[in-house]
């Protein structure tokens, strides 16, 4: 799942849901749970696009 992270969220998402799954009391289970949990964030909020917002909105405040 860390390997996918930047570069296939949905996958990533199914390796730490499988490793959440198959090994629940793997010390790693955790972590899994809270990368789960981010990406989940990650795919609603969608933050690259919001910061892409505000910097679009602070040059046209700017340029007026």
């Keep these: ?17 499988q490793l959440i799954t198959e090994y629940p009391d793997c010390p790693w289970a955790d972590l899994a749970k809270t990368q789960c949990q ?16 505000c910097k679009q909105k602070a040059e046209y405040a700017g340029s007026e």
């Design 38 to 53: 981010l990406i989940a964030w990650y795919q609603k909020d969608e933050p690259r696009k919001l910061i892409a917002e």
């Design 1 to 17: 799942g860390n390997c996918l992270r930047n570069d296939d969220l949905s996958t990533a998402l199914n390796m730490y849901r």
